[in-house]
C-alpha cells in the first residue's frame, strides 16, 4: 500500500520561507516522476514544480520560479519544497504527488498518489 504524507507547513510573513517535505512508502520513488501541488480555496489545483530523474527534468510554474526549488533524497524516499520569499499569493494547501510515470507533464491527471495536504499561510 502506497503512502504519502507531507509535512512542514504552518504560517510565516511575507518574505519569509518554508521547506515541505514529503515521505512516500510502498515504492522506490527512482522510478517515478514526483510533484509539489497547490490548491487555494475557490481555485482549481495546480502544478507548483515537478522532477523525474529519466530524463533529469525539473519543472516550475512561472510564478514560484526563482523562489521555489525542488528535491529529492531517494535513499530516504522523500521529496522535498524549499519556498523562498514567500508572497501571501502562496497561500494553499500543498500536496505531494507519485506519478503514474517515470517522466511525466506537472498536471494533476498524470499523478496516481496523493497526501493529504500540508496548509501554508503567508501574511502580508
Known amino acids: 500500500q502506497v503512502q504519502v504524507v507531507e509535512s512542514g507547513g504552518g504560517l510565516v510573513q511575507a518574505g519569509g520561507s518554508l521547506k515541505l517535505s514529503c515521505e512516500v512508502s510502498?515504492?522506490?520513488?527512482?522510478?517515478?516522476?514526483m510533484g509539489w501541488f497547490r490548491q487555494a480555496p475557490g481555485k482549481e489545483r495546480e502544478g507548483v514544480s515537478c522532477?523525474?530523474?529519466?530524463?533529469?527534468?525539473?519543472h516550475y510554474a512561472p510564478s514560484v520560479k526563482g523562489r521555489f526549488t525542488i528535491s529529492r533524497d531517494n535513499a530516504k524516499n522523500q521529496l522535498y519544497l524549499e519556498m523562498n520569499n514567500l508572497e501571501p499569493e502562496d497561500t494553499a494547501m500543498y500536496y505531494c504527488a507519485v506519478s503514474r510515470y517515470a517522466y511525466s507533464a506537472c498536471v494533476p491527471p498524470s499523478f496516481r498518489y496523493w497526501g493529504q495536504g500540508t496548509q501554508v499561510n503567508v501574511s502580508s
Open positions: 522532477d523525474s530523474k529519466t530524463p533529469p527534468y525539473a
Open positions: 510502498g515504492l522506490d520513488l527512482r522510478d517515478y516522476a
